[in-house]
Structure formats: C-alpha cells, structure tokens
C-alpha cells in the first residue's frame, strides 16, 4: 500500500538526458561515428553542462557511445567484428530463450507473442522499416522473457541497446519485410506450438543474417584500408 505523503521520485537529468541521447542514436537521428560534444549537447539540451558527462558514461556502459582519448566521445559505428561478436552472442541466447520459451508457453504467454507478431505485420504493411526494427526488438524481449531463464536475461539486459542498433544495421541488408516477417512467424508458431526442439533450431537460423553483416562490413572496412594506403603513399 502506498502511503499517503509518499511521492514518485523524478528521474535525474542526466538520467533524462541518457535517454534522449538513447533514443536519438537508436532511431538514427544521432548516425553512427557522432561526434558527441558537451558544449553542444548541453545547449541543445538545454542542460547544465555539468549533467552530460553523466549521461554519456552510462551510455558507454550501454555500449551505444565510445571515448577515444584526446577525441571525445562518439556514436558507436559497428564494426564487422562487433556484428560477429552480437549475432553469435544473440544465436546462443535467443535459441536457449526460444527453447525454454516453448517448453514452458502458456496460453497468456502465447497471446503477448501474437500481439507482438501482429505488430510486425502492421509495420510490413506500412513498409516502416524502423517500427519493424522495434516490433522485431520487442517480440525477441518477450521470448527471454518467457525462458524463465534469469542469468539470461540479465546477460541480456547488458547488451540490449546494441541488439536494437544492430538489428536496425542488419534488416536494413535484407530486401524485403515480407520475409523477415516469415521468419518471425515461424519462430512465434513454433514456440506456441510448445516445439521447443523446432523453436531453438528457428531461432538460431534466424540469425545467418549476421554472416551477411559480417562480410558486409568487412568489405568496407577492406576498401577504406586500400583507400587509406593509397592515400598515405600519394
């Protein structure tokens, strides 16, 4: 019971001021490799200065921004051997989840992940990539969430922000939503369908996306090393 004078603690400002930057990288307003400067973002803010260095250290923490020494603080730009390390990461704890998910789904437990379908079929039908990159982000939270598995999602938890910046990095190599959505169907059917077998087998399938990734960016990452030496020697 809530006593009468108790009141609801504000969030600080540079809690708050952690979350708009948060969502700023995450929706692309703020593109990876931002210079992130707190002169500039204090004004903009319309925050004391002295409450940013705060914000950033947790989006550090969160893995969204980075600190170079003598350059400040930028935009994370993922790296082919960050989209390595999160879709093997993501493979082996979203197919645990999916397994356990199934073995223990219930018919609650199943209506919130056709909810969360549903809301992947609406943003294919707007053709939204970004509300799809968030439904997507929101169905594979559920699914660890129902794993019952706490260690996992607490591992989870760490990396959250990162999954959300790759994902939207990822789908954006696929052509169409129409069959990211299949993908996402199956792997829903089968964990309501208790095949916990089939759900961890979907789950890990799901994720050969990050191989593209992974050559993807390695070719440009190729291309800039040829470009820079080729510079450097002229």
């Given at each position: 019971m809530i006593k009468k004078n108790s009141k609801v603690k504000s969030p600080s400002l540079d809690?708050?001021?952690?979350?708009?930057?948060?969502?700023?990288?995450?929706?692309?307003?703020?593109?990876?490799?931002?210079?992130?400067?707190?002169?500039?973002?204090?004004?903009?803010?319309?925050?004391?200065?002295?409450?940013?260095?705060?914000?950033?250290?947790?989006?550090?923490?969160?893995?969204?921004?980075?600190?170079?020494?003598?350059?400040?603080?930028?935009?994370?730009?993922?790296?082919?051997?960050?989209?390595?390390?999160?879709?093997?990461?993501?493979?082996?704890?979203?197919?645990?989840?999916?397994?356990?998910?199934?073995?223990?789904?219930?018919?609650?437990?199943?209506?919130?992940?056709?909810?969360?379908?549903?809301?992947?079929?609406?943003?294919?039908?707007?053709?939204?990539?970004?509300?799809?990159?968030?439904?997507?982000?929101?169905?594979?939270?559920?699914?660890?969430?129902?794993?019952?598995?706490?260690?996992?999602?607490?591992?989870?938890?760490?990396?959250?922000?990162?999954?959300?910046?790759?994902?939207?990095?990822?789908?954006?190599?696929?052509?169409?939503?129409?069959?990211?959505?299949?993908?996402?169907?199956?792997?829903?059917?089968?964990?309501?369908?208790?095949?916990?077998?089939?759900?961890?087998?979907?789950?890990?399938?799901?994720?050969?996306?990050?191989?593209?990734?992974?050559?993807?960016?390695?070719?440009?990452?190729?291309?800039?090393?040829?470009?820079?030496?080729?510079?450097?020697?002229?």
């Open positions: 809690v708050k001021a952690a979350d708009i930057l948060r969502a700023e990288i995450l929706n692309g307003n703020l593109a990876p490799g931002s210079r992130l400067l707190e002169i500039e973002l204090s004004t903009r803010l319309n925050l004391s200065r002295g409450t940013i260095p705060s914000a950033l250290q947790q989006l550090i923490h969160e893995g969204l921004v980075v600190q170079y020494p003598y350059r400040g603080c930028m935009v994370i730009s993922i790296s082919s051997q960050d989209a390595w390390e999160l879709y093997t990461l993501r493979s082996n704890l979203e197919g645990l989840a999916a397994k356990l998910a199934a073995e223990a789904i219930a018919p609650g437990k199943a209506d919130i992940l056709t909810k969360a379908l549903q809301k992947l079929e609406i943003a294919v039908a707007k053709k939204n990539w970004q509300d799809f990159a968030l439904a997507d982000f929101e169905l594979h939270k559920a699914i660890i969430q129902f794993s019952g598995h706490r260690r996992l999602q607490e591992q989870y938890r760490i990396i959250e922000h990162q999954v959300l910046l790759y994902i939207r990095e990822c789908n954006a190599l696929r052509p169409s939503l129409e069959a990211l959505f299949e993908d996402h169907q199956k792997l829903v059917e089968a964990i309501c369908d208790g095949d916990a077998v089939l759900a961890e087998q979907i789950a890990k399938a799901h994720h050969t996306d990050g191989e593209l990734m992974v050559k993807y960016l390695q070719s440009i990452e190729r291309q800039a090393s040829i470009t820079s030496r080729e510079f450097t020697a002229d």
